[in-house]
T-cell receptor
Framework: NAGVTQTPKFQVLKTGQSMTLQCAQD?????MSWYRQDPGMGLRLIHY???????DQGEVPNGYNVSRSTTEDFPLRLLSAAPSQTSVYFC?????????????FGEGSWLTVV | AQSVAQPEDQVNVAEGNPLTVKCTYS??????LFWYVQYPNRGLQFLLK??????LVKGSYGFEAEFNKSQTSFHLKKPSALVSDSALYFC?????????????FGQGTELSVKP
């Protein structure tokens, strides 16, 4: 069972570089989202999508871009990396419909910006 | 504003003793409540959730949680802790009007179970 797959697992970037974190799910979930995890702050929502072609901003969207061209994929783009974007990034997905549906997370991507 | 609080950064328990990880929430209306566990360098694993009905919810690995509406709490419990339960635990809330997989997380509680 693949579930939610994120790549890469670890990445070091230089300030100003751009990169894309990949996320794919094989559960045919309509809802996908990206969170960042920072010590003492839990997880905070960056961007989310309720279906292909539809995206919206979460709590901390600045410096990040997303697109949703297919149901399966939801890449997160860092446009010009900054040290403040050093974090652990989690992609998540859930079924459409009831807000009580369980949200499933990927294994995370550890990003360091130097 | 919606929020979730986990008042303890760390909880230390001896193996075999009961454990409690605390969570309180503030949302408008009736919430959906979740607990997740994160092992070192791993993703979040779903433990259990409260949607409606019985206030005592049973989940994975012998964990349970009690929903208390009057105290706006959703504490995670286990009758007998194992060393392998040592991990980072997150409480999260989702209000019934939200869509798109939006969860609001507490800051996390590090559980340490000693032999």
């Amino acid at each position: 069972n693949a579930g939610v797959t994120q790549t890469p697992k670890f990445q070091v970037l230089k300030t100003g570089q751009s990169m894309t974190l990949q996320c794919a799910q094989d559960m045919n979930h309509e809802y996908m989202s990206w969170y960042r995890q920072d010590p003492g702050m839990g997880l905070r929502l960056i961007h989310y999508s309720v279906g292909a072609g539809i995206t919206d901003q979460g709590e901390v969207p600045n410096g990040y871009n997303v697109s949703r061209s297919t149901t399966e994929d939801f890449p997160l783009r860092l446009l010009s990396a900054a040290p403040s974007q050093t974090s652990v990034y989690f992609c998540a997905s859930s079924e459409q419909g009831a807000a009580g549906n369980t949200i499933y997370f990927g294994e995370g991507s550890w990003l360091t910006v130097v | 504003a919606q929020s979730v609080a986990q008042p303890e950064d760390q909880v230390n328990v001896a193996e075999g003793n009961p454990l409690t990880v605390k969570c309180t929430y503030s949302v408008s209306g009736n919430p959906y409540l979740f607990w997740y566990v994160q092992y070192p360098n791993r993703g979040l694993q779903f433990l259990l959730k409260y949607i409606t009905g019985d206030n005592l919810v049973k989940g994975s690995y012998g964990f349970e949680a009690e929903f208390n509406k009057s105290q706006t709490s959703f504490h995670l419990k286990k009758p007998s802790a194992l060393v392998s339960d040592s991990a980072l635990y997150f409480c999260a809330v989702r209000d019934r009007g939200s869509q798109g997989g939006k969860l609001i997380f507490g800051q996390g509680t590090e559980l340490s179970v000693k032999p």
